[in-house]
């Protein structure tokens, strides 16, 4: 049986942009992160947030990601790109009490023998069925490094704040298959 063990919680008392944390410990099976958040970005219902791993940026994630915005699903992916993307949050356009959730797996994220694997799914609920006013959405993404996480960084994009209470819990996971 899984056994969950809290690493890391914060809520924003005031907004910010970013949630990092440094010195995870390297005991765990798995990380697992979870975030219940909301941007600031004047003019968005859905906004674009991203995952860093080792504060590492460059050409070092690949992304693959399934989502729906309209009632068309879609697909998109990069490769050599500077952070795990095709990741959305809330913006302030929807209703004041409205949040994105956020879930995401790091398997077996001590492994220095191959590439680090990231499992994402979101989902931003709209205030109406218009289009592009709400996201659902998985996204699995690759670290190119063969290094042990020990630092996992995820921001908004374009300079814009998580709002005030904005919640990120970051959990070492053991005894998972």
């Not at 940026?57 to 399934?66: A, K, L, N, R």
């Not at 709209?126 to 690759?142: E, P, R, V």
């Not at 005030?164 to 959990?171: C, G, K, M, P, V």
Request: charged residues 10%; proline residues 2%; hydrophobic residues 30%.
């Amino acid at each position: 049986m899984a056994v969950f063990n809290l690493i890391d919680h914060q809520e924003f008392s005031t907004g910010a942009v970013q949630y990092e944390k440094t010195s995870i410990p390297s005991s765990y099976d798995h990380l697992y992160f979870v975030a219940s958040t909301r941007t600031d970005n004047s003019g968005e219902h859905q906004d674009d947030v991203g995952i860093l791993l080792n504060g590492t940026g460059g050409t070092s994630y690949g992304t693959t990601s399934i989502y729906a915005a309209t009632s068309t699903p879609q697909a998109g992916e990069s490769s050599s790109h500077s952070s795990i993307n095709y990741l959305k949050t809330a913006g302030p356009s929807l209703l004041a009490d409205t949040f994105g959730t956020f879930e995401c797996w790091i398997p077996n994220y001590t492994n220095t023998s191959n590439f680090t694997q990231i499992i994402c799914q979101m989902g931003v609920t709209g205030n109406d069925s218009t289009d592009y006013d709400w996201w659902t959405g998985q996204t699995a993404g690759l670290y190119m490094n063969t290094a042990a996480i020990n630092q996992f960084t995820f921001y908004t994009g374009g300079g814009d704040d998580f709002v005030q209470h904005s919640t990120f819990t970051l959990y070492g996971i053991n005894g998972a298959a």
